[in-house]
Structures are given as C-alpha cells and as structure tokens.
C-alpha cells in the first residue's frame, strides 16, 4: 500500500494568515491526489481533485498542487469557516489511501 | 444531486457480523461511470478506506479487510450494503459510504457509529 504522510499534524494560525500542509506519498503518484475537508461531527468535503483542480462550488483561497510524491495544499487567507481537518488522499493504486490528517485551528 | 443515508445496526457484539446499508437518491444507483464506497473512521483518529462496487456490479475490497467483508448493490431499492464479519473492537468507527466518479469522493452519507461491544 501507498504511505500518505502529512505535516505538520496540527497548526495554528490566525485570520488572513497564509496556510500550507504538505502531503507526501511514499512511492510516485503523479497527480492522482485529492484534498478533503473535514469539520467536527461532518463526513470529508472534497475540495481538490487531481492534485491542483478546484471542485466545484470550493472558495478559490484554496489551492493544491504538486505531482509525483510531494504534494502542497494552501489556504490563501485563513477564514473563521476553515477550522477542520485536512486530509490528503492518493488513488494512483489501489486501496486508496489518506493522510494521517492535519488539524487546523484559530490562534 | 446525489444524496447517500446510511442505516444499519449501531452496536455489534465481537465475533458478529456488521451489516450497513446506504440509500441513494437523486439519481439511480446503475448510472455508468459511478462506483460506491464504503470508508470508516476509528473515533479521533483517520479515514480508511473499505471498498467499492462499481455500477456494473465489480469489487474491490481494502486487502487488509478483504477476508471479511462483502459489498453489494441491490438495484430494486437503489441501495448499497457492507457486511463485515467476525468484528472486533477494532471494528469501532465511524462508517460512511460514498459516491465517486474515479476515486475522487465528492458525494458522502453523513455518517453512522458501529460500536463493537458485548
């Protein structure tokens, strides 16, 4: 199986603040990675597909990027509504596999 | 719009067999290009995925699980099941089945707590 190791596993950041969490796969994934959202009590939210594309409907402050086994996702201007955990997820083999998570949180 | 609603038993004694059923509305469940997934989550801790069926009836199951669980479609009711046998107090999670074109996840149920305890 795929290795997804995310970091950092916690973060704490302010309003308006720039947000960064690295993905990074344990063998070459090319572009099959997804980001998801996940808030308390809530199922994940996919918000990147395919390493850097936007799902539909997802605020443009968040971005993706990356390709073969290092992988970045960034919050542009960190808002009140973005406190959750993120998790990254690879699908380039079979079982799909996640990211430990990273935990977002307001300073 | 597809929308996904678990149900099944929330409590499962060890060694029994975990049985969960998700609904599908807003489109039917034979749509080409869709698979349907089953991914669970310990409390407090990450997701795993458990497998799909795809529409044209085909499986996959996480080979860490493969041994015990069974996916299948019952297109009548435009639902989807989980069977996972011999459970465990690792079983415990969170279970959620999904929808994905690919295996990118956009559509979710909300969710259903097996807790695995005699």
């Known amino acids: ?107 | 719009q597809l929308q996904l609603q678990e149900s099944g038993s929330g409590l499962v004694k060890p060694s029994q067999t975990l049985s969960l059923t998700c609904a599908v509305s807003g489109g039917s469940i034979s749509s080409g290009g869709y698979s349907w997934s089953w991914i669970r989550q310990p409390p407090g801790k990450g997701l795993e995925w458990i497998g799909y069926i795809y529409h044209s009836g085909s499986t996959y199951y996480n080979p860490s699980l493969k041994s015990r669980v069974t996916i299948s479609v019952d297109r009548s009711k435009n639902q989807f099941s989980l069977k996972l046998s011999s459970v465990t107090a690792a079983d415990t999670a969170v279970y959620y089945c999904a929808s994905s074109r690919g295996y990118s996840y956009g559509g979710w149920g909300q969710g259903t707590l097996v807790t695995v305890s005699s």
């Open chain 1, 1 to 107: 199986d795929i290795q997804m190791t995310q970091s950092p596993s916690s973060l704490s950041a302010s309003v308006g603040d720039r947000v960064t969490i690295t993905c990074q796969a344990s063998q070459d994934i090319s572009n099959y990675l997804n980001w998801y959202q996940q808030k308390p009590g809530k199922a994940p939210k996919l918000l990147i597909y395919d390493a850097s594309n936007l799902e539909t409907g997802v605020p443009s402050r968040f971005s993706g990027s990356g390709s073969g086994t290092d992988f970045t996702f960034t919050i542009s201007s960190l808002q009140p509504e973005d406190i959750a955990t993120y998790y990254c997820q690879q699908y380039d083999n079979l079982p799909p596999s996640f990211g430990q998570g990273t935990k977002l949180e307001i300073k």
